[in-house]
């Protein structure tokens, strides 16, 4: 199974920040990648895709970048609605797998 | 709109079934997933289907329990749920292999 290591697992941020969160695999996904917002009590939802996609209606503010086994994702100015947990997932190979997640707190 | 909609969930004891649904429109539907999150954990892959329903992939710690299938004359995907555990409980999601979620239905698993 390709691992995908995520971090960090947390992150104590203030409005205006720049956000950087990592996904490594364990082996060549090439761009097989999707960055996923989780609020509590919600279903994840998609903001990038292809590693590097912006999802339809997703805001500019946010941004992933990276290929092989390493990747980013990068909110370029925080915003209090981006406060939730971030995942990557990689859709490379069976069995689809998930980074731990990075959950955003507001300092 | 892009909609996918899971049905089915609900409580059951140790050892039961349950048939989960997800109803899907607005997008190609392609290969496609089941996802599952435990309380206060991250997302775990439980099972995908080949478009055209041919090929099916199981985590290990549902296989031989849980089948996945689908209808593609109706855009929906089922997920039968046997011989179901107390680790089994959490929110299941249909996801399409595009990235998208349905809102989830809580299975949980008690005695």
Same mark, same amino acid.
């Given at each position: 199974d390709i691992q995908m290591t995520q971090s960090p697992s947390s992150l104590s941020t203030s409005v205006g920040d720049r956000v950087t969160i990592t996904c490594q695999a364990s082996? $060549?996904?090439?761009? #097989?990648l999707n960055w996923y917002q989780q609020k509590p009590g919600k279903a994840p939802k998609l903001l990038? #895709? $292809?590693?590097?996609t912006l999802e339809t209606g997703v805001p500019s503010r946010f941004s992933g970048s990276g290929s092989g086994t390493e990747f980013t994702f990068t909110i370029s100015s925080l915003q209090p609605d981006d406060i939730a947990t971030y995942y990557c997932q990689q859709?490379? $190979?069976?069995?689809y797998t998930f980074g731990q997640g990075t959950r955003l707190e507001i300092k | 709109e892009v909609q996918l909609l899971e049905s089915g969930g609900g409580l059951v004891r140790p050892g039961g079934s349950l048939r989960l649904s997800c109803a899907t429109s607005g %997008?190609? %539907?392609t290969s496609m997933n089941w996802v599952r999150q435990a309380p206060g954990k991250g997302p775990e892959w439980v099972a995908s289907i080949s478009t055209s329903g041919d090929y099916t992939f199981y985590a290990d710690s549902v296989r031989g329990r849980f089948t996945i299938s689908r209808d593609n004359g109706k855009k929906s995907l089922y997920l039968q749920m046997n011989s179901?555990?107390?680790?089994?409980t959490g929110v299941y999601y249909c996801l399409s292999r595009r990235g998208y979620w349905g809102q989830g239905t809580l299975v949980t698993v008690t005695s």
């Amino acid at each position: 199974d390709i691992q995908m290591t995520q971090s960090p697992s947390s992150l104590s941020t203030s409005v205006g920040d720049r956000v950087t969160i990592t996904c490594q695999a364990s082996q $060549d996904i090439t761009n #097989y990648l999707n960055w996923y917002q989780q609020k509590p009590g919600k279903a994840p939802k998609l903001l990038i #895709y $292809d590693a590097s996609t912006l999802e339809t209606g997703v805001p500019s503010r946010f941004s992933g970048s990276g290929s092989g086994t390493e990747f980013t994702f990068t909110i370029s100015s925080l915003q209090p609605d981006d406060i939730a947990t971030y995942y990557c997932q990689q859709y490379h $190979d069976f069995p689809y797998t998930f980074g731990q997640g990075t959950r955003l707190e507001i300092k | 709109e892009v909609q996918l909609l899971e049905s089915g969930g609900g409580l059951v004891r140790p050892g039961g079934s349950l048939r989960l649904s997800c109803a899907t429109s607005g %997008f190609a %539907f392609t290969s496609m997933n089941w996802v599952r999150q435990a309380p206060g954990k991250g997302p775990e892959w439980v099972a995908s289907i080949s478009t055209s329903g041919d090929y099916t992939f199981y985590a290990d710690s549902v296989r031989g329990r849980f089948t996945i299938s689908r209808d593609n004359g109706k855009k929906s995907l089922y997920l039968q749920m046997n011989s179901l555990r107390a680790d089994d409980t959490g929110v299941y999601y249909c996801l399409s292999r595009r990235g998208y979620w349905g809102q989830g239905t809580l299975v949980t698993v008690t005695s």
